[in-house]
């Protein structure tokens, strides 16, 4: 009990009420400045979601400009498999018109046809 009789005649000396103001000062500047942390890392992770959120919005810009690409490249292929199959009909009956011994065989003009 001596120790907290001690305290309180401390803390109502002149000395001891500085001290207690110092305290309260002291704390007062450490809580501004664990504030002015908190506000630093809440912005930083801020700009780190919005940095997220462009990254996803480009990747889905990304993933759509590629997927009318390859919309793009199988619209040719298929005009390209249909022209070679045209080709390839039109040959195979002019092939079938031949006589049976010639049908096997290419001519000139015909490999020249199919480069």
Same mark, same amino acid.
């Given at each position: 009990?001596?120790?907290?009789?001690?305290l309180?005649?401390?803390?109502?000396s002149?000395?001891?009420?500085?001290?207690?103001?110092?305290?309260?000062?002291?704390?007062?500047?450490?809580?501004?400045? *664990?504030?002015?942390? /908190?506000?630093?890392?809440?912005?930083?992770?801020?700009?780190?979601? *919005?940095?997220?959120?462009e990254?996803? $919005?480009?990747?889905?810009?990304?993933?759509?400009?590629?997927? $009318?690409a390859?919309?793009? /490249? =199988?619209?040719? =292929?298929? $005009?390209?498999?249909?022209?070679?199959?045209?080709? =390839?009909?039109?040959?195979?009956?002019?092939l079938? $018109?031949?006589?049976?011994?010639?049908?096997?065989?290419?001519?000139?003009?015909?490999?020249?046809?199919?480069?």
């Amino acid at each position: 009990m001596t120790i907290v009789l001690k305290l309180i005649a401390f803390f109502g000396s002149a000395a001891g009420k500085y001290a207690l103001i110092g305290l309260v000062a002291g704390g007062f500047a450490l809580g501004l400045r *664990q504030q002015g942390y /908190n506000a630093a890392s809440r912005k930083c992770e801020f700009a780190a979601k *919005q940095r997220e959120i462009e990254i996803r $919005k480009r990747d889905a810009r990304i993933g759509e400009l590629s997927a $009318k690409a390859d919309e793009r /490249n =199988q619209i040719e =292929q298929d $005009k390209d498999r249909k022209k070679d199959d045209e080709f =390839q009909r039109k040959l195979e009956e002019e092939l079938a $018109k031949r006589p049976a011994a010639a049908r096997c065989t290419l001519t000139e003009p015909d490999r020249l046809r199919l480069r």
